[in-house]
């Protein structure tokens, strides 16, 4: 029967590693970075405010369009079993 308890294997996975402190580290130097930018978070009402949207519209579709289109690039340059073909 299943212990609700940690087994002794289980309790030494759970180790302090040297990916996991890079890691740590990393997402606290991006806290550190990104925290600042909240503060000028009411200046967006303003952008918004002032903003022309027919062109934030055209400039939404042609992002949009990119995805598309590297899709359509790729399925254009592989089979239908997910292997290149070789377009000599």
């Known amino acids: 029967m299943p212990s609700a308890h ?3 294997t289980q309790a030494t996975k759970s180790k302090i590693t040297p990916v ?3 890691l740590l580290l ?3 130097v991006g ?3 990104l925290l600042p930018q909240f503060r000028s978070f009411h ?3 303003s952008v ?3 903003a022309v949207w027919p062109w934030a519209l055209l400039a939404a579709v ?3 369009a990119t995805f598309f289109a590297g899709a359509i690039i790729q399925f254009a340059a592989g089979d239908s ?3 290149l073909q070789a377009h000599l």
């Open 20 to 22: 996991r402190v890079v």
């Open 26 to 28: 990393l997402a606290l």
């Open 81 to 83: 079993k997910g292997k």
């Open 43 to 45: 200046q967006t009402w």
């Open 62 to 64: 042609a992002g949009a």
């Open 31 to 33: 806290v550190y970075i």
């Open 6 to 8: 940690f087994s002794q």
């Open 48 to 50: 918004l405010d002032s």
